[in-house]
Each structure stands twice: as structure tokens, then as C-alpha cells.
Nanobody, 124 residues
Framework: QVQLVESGGGLVQAGGSLRLSCAASGRSFSNYAIGWFRQAPGQERQFAGSIGWSGVTTYYADSVKGRFTISRDNGKNTVYLQMNHLEPEDTAVYYC?????????????????WGQGTQVTVSS
């Protein structure tokens, strides 16, 4: 069992930056790949990207590639989502989720543990 808690959301102007954190508790955090998702009001949940168990490998959706960076610190049981050059279209609730280390990073499937989400609002 892994519990995930996101933090770091808030209000930022277009062009600004935010860093979200995903803090994990429970067993064997380094056995899990972590993904970031987002959901805007009235829209389906969108996969933003993921990071492998060691932090060496990452995957990004085209919509965030080049602007968002995912990293992790297994010693602190935390994954980060650095978001730069934010756009109003990035406004959403952001969630982190965990899946087994051997699952594909490019797939949005197989996530078994989810956080409660943190709101990001980008003003124009």
C-alpha cells in the first residue's frame, strides 16, 4: 500500500512556474513508477508524464514536453513536477499516481494508487 499526497498548487500568471510535490508513505516507494495526471473542469483526465523507479527514465505527453520536468528523490519518498512557461490551458487539478516499476512509462494504464490532487490555476 502506498499513500500519495500532492502539494504545491496555486495561482500563477501565464508564463510563470510552479513546482508540485508528490509525497509518498507506505512500503517500498522505489518499487513504483510515478505518473502525473491532470483534469480540467468538464474534461477527461489527461496523462502528463511519468518517471521510472530509479528516476533515470521519464516520459512526457506532447502537450507538456519541453515545459514540464519530472524528477524524484527516493531518499525523501517524493516526486516533483516542475512546470515552466505555464499557460491558461494548464489550469487543472493535478494528481500523482503510482504503478509497479515494471509497467510501461508511456502508458497511462495500470496506476493503482492515487493522491487527492492539487489545484493549479493559470491566469492570462
Amino acid at each position: 500500500q502506498v499513500q500519495l499526497v500532492e502539494s504545491g498548487g496555486g495561482l500563477v500568471q501565464a508564463g510563470g512556474s510552479l513546482r508540485l510535490s508528490c509525497a509518498a508513505s507506505g512500503r517500498s516507494f522505489s518499487n513504483y513508477a510515478i505518473g502525473w495526471f491532470r483534469q480540467a473542469p468538464g474534461q477527461e483526465r489527461q496523462f502528463a508524464g511519468s518517471i521510472g523507479w530509479s528516476g533515470v527514465t521519464t516520459y512526457y505527453a506532447d502537450s507538456v514536453k519541453g515545459r514540464f520536468t519530472i524528477s524524484r528523490d527516493n531518499g525523501k519518498n517524493t516526486v516533483y513536477l516542475q512546470m515552466n512557461h505555464l499557460e491558461p490551458e494548464d489550469t487543472a487539478v493535478y494528481y500523482c499516481a503510482a504503478k509497479r516499476w515494471d509497467k510501461s512509462l508511456a502508458s497511462s494504464d495500470d496506476y493503482v494508487y492515487w493522491g487527492q490532487g492539487t489545484q493549479v490555476t493559470v491566469s492570462s
